[in-house]
């Protein structure tokens, strides 16, 4: 559960309110936000999708990410488990009008920083298709490291990981 916030110089990431709703419906609605993941939730399973935001386990962790200067949120970031192994995974989605400025690596580099450091965790892995080449940027302009290549969810998927060496990078 995420229970502080997280800060950087631009943003602060926080655990999800009952306010946070609109954001997020309009967020997992969006077909440009959701292209590379299955699509926009449809309308009937968002209540759903919202609810299990807010209820993730003591394991699973669910960031608001939210510009400093302005409280205005940009997206969301989730550690929670992968389907295919014992490792954390980390995923995000952030609204396409803010792609480009930054705020994503940002608010990932943050969350790595505060897996291995405080959560103590060995090793994350995140998984998207192939075809989103501007993921696979991010996750190489953090570290990660691609592990694997599968076909699911109707597309070819890229899985990377990094390890708890990441402290040795630089902090963004």
Known sequence: M????LLTERLCLR??????D???????????????????????????????YHTCSENEHV????????TVAVGLV????????????????????MWG?????EAVGRVLRFAF?????T?????????????????DRLGFRLVDRLHRFGAEQVIYAIGAGFAQLRDD
């Open 63 to 70: 960031w608001l990410v939210e510009k400093r200067c302005d």
């Open 117 to 121: 450091a405080e959560l103590r965790v």
């Open 123 to 139: 090793r994350l892995v995140a998984e998207t298709q192939a075809a989103n080449a501007a993921s696979c940027r991010l996750l």
């Open 15 to 20: 655990g999800l309110d009952r306010a946070d």
């Open 22 to 52: 609109p954001f997020v419906e309009d967020l997992i609605a969006d077909p440009e936000v959701r292209r590379f993941l299955g699509g926009p939730v449809p309308e009937a399973d968002r209540v759903a999708v919202i609810e299990r």
């Open 2 to 5: 995420t229970d502080r916030a």
């Open 78 to 97: 989730f550690l929670s488990q992968h389907h295919d192994c014992g490792d954390l995974e980390l995923s995000y989605q952030f609204q396409s009008d």
């Open 101 to 105: 400025r930054g705020y994503a690596t």
